[in-house]
């Protein structure tokens, strides 16, 4: 899976392999860091998230209230996710850069909403 981005005539490929439909592993065209530490690739894992850690993320966020009827609509409550099945800070999440937070905000309502397409 692959998103196009252009930046003036600059044009780059985000890339996320999927392994399987909960598996993915976002892959940056140069290393990117966050907090000193070099990353080049960052593997999401969605199968251990279980309704427990979603109903925990959702208390911590303080969305129980949220005016967005679906949760996983939600920017913030989607980069939770990604922090918690890439085993990574919530905030390393929201410093990607745009197109690397937009791709991985996509696998989480992915997986969010996949009950729904089923």
Excluded: H
């Excluded at 996320?16 to 598996?23: I, K, N």
């Amino acid at each position: 899976m692959s998103v196009d981005t252009t930046k003036g005539n600059e044009k780059k490929t985000v890339e996320a392999v999927v392994e399987d439909p909960s598996q993915y592993t976002l892959k940056f065209d140069k290393p990117w860091s966050f907090e000193g530490e070099p990353y080049t690739e960052l593997k999401f894992d969605f199968n251990k998230i279980n309704g427990r850690k979603l109903i925990a993320l959702t208390k911590r966020l303080d969305l129980e209230d949220m005016k967005t009827p679906v949760k996983a609509m939600s920017m913030e409550f989607q980069a939770a996710v990604c922090a918690e099945a890439a085993s990574v800070p919530m905030d390393l999440i929201l410093e990607l850069p745009g197109n690397y937070f937009s791709k991985a905000a996509v696998m989480a309502q992915g997986f969010l909403l996949q009950s729904l397409q089923a």
